[in-house]
């Protein structure tokens, strides 16, 4: 069983910036495309990002592009979500999410989930 575990989360002002990080254990990292997800209070979960095995493919949701940029780091079975130019409408949980079948797959949702970390945007 893979196990994900977010961490990075918490609170920024308005233009700030944070970087959420997802370690992965179990299967080897490199088997896995990677990607986050959010879901802010009272609404769907939603696609953030996502990148491929080798990191050449990413996907960006349209409300994040230009501010956030999805990054890993093989070596540490680690995934990264920086996230700059924050605003108020970034509040979310943000979910880790990996599948093996590449980063299409985990553009509709991939197979394996963390439990998330909290961010708030708010000055």
């Known amino acids: 069983q893979e196990h994900l575990v977010e961490s990075g989360g918490g609170l920024a002002q308005p233009g700030g910036s944070l970087r959420l990080s997802c370690e992965v254990s179990?299967?080897?990292?490199?088997?896995?495309?990677m990607g986050w997800y959010r879901q802010a209070p009272g609404k769907e979960r939603m696609f953030v990002a996502a990148?491929?095995?080798?990191?050449?493919?990413?996907y960006y949701a349209d409300s994040v592009k230009g501010r956030f940029t999805i990054s890993r780091a093989n070596a540490r079975n680690t995934i990264y979500l920086q996230m700059n130019s924050l605003k108020p409408e970034d509040t979310a949980v943000y979910y880790c999410?990996?599948?093996?079948?590449?980063?299409?797959?985990?553009?509709?949702?991939?197979?394996?989930w963390g439990q998330g970390t909290q961010v708030t945007v708010s000055s």
């Open positions: 999410n990996a599948d093996p079948l590449g980063a299409a797959a985990v553009r509709s949702g991939g197979r394996y």
């Open positions: 990148m491929g095995r080798s990191g050449t493919t990413t």
């Open positions: 179990g299967r080897a990292f490199v088997d896995y495309a």
